[in-house]
């Protein structure tokens, strides 16, 4: 048990971390959780490497990714 409570402080940290190096990142993600993403909703990702090398992807949301997303949502609120 006290391994969980350990691994959610060291995420939480990092999370910290991540928030103050990225903070339109951070906020970009707090506006997205602010709106409902529904089922259809298309998520796109696009990735710029020092190179000039992209890679693009996107995923049509579904029931099941919702379920994970609110399960993930439960998990942050500990």
């Known amino acids: 048990m006290f391994e969980n409570i350990d691994a959610m402080l060291k995420m939480r940290k990092a999370w910290s971390t991540f928030a103050g190096n990225h903070p339109k990142f951070a906020q970009f993600l707090g506006a997205l959780s602010q709106d409902k993403i529904t089922e259809g ?3 796109g990702i696009s990735v710029t490497y020092p190179d000039g090398k992209t890679m693009d992807t996107n995923m049509k949301v579904t ?3 919702l379920e994970l997303f ?3 949502k439960t998990l942050a609120k500990k």
Do not use: M, P, R
């Open 63 to 65: 029931a099941s990714d």
């Open 41 to 43: 909703t298309v998520i």
């Open 70 to 72: 609110e399960s993930l």
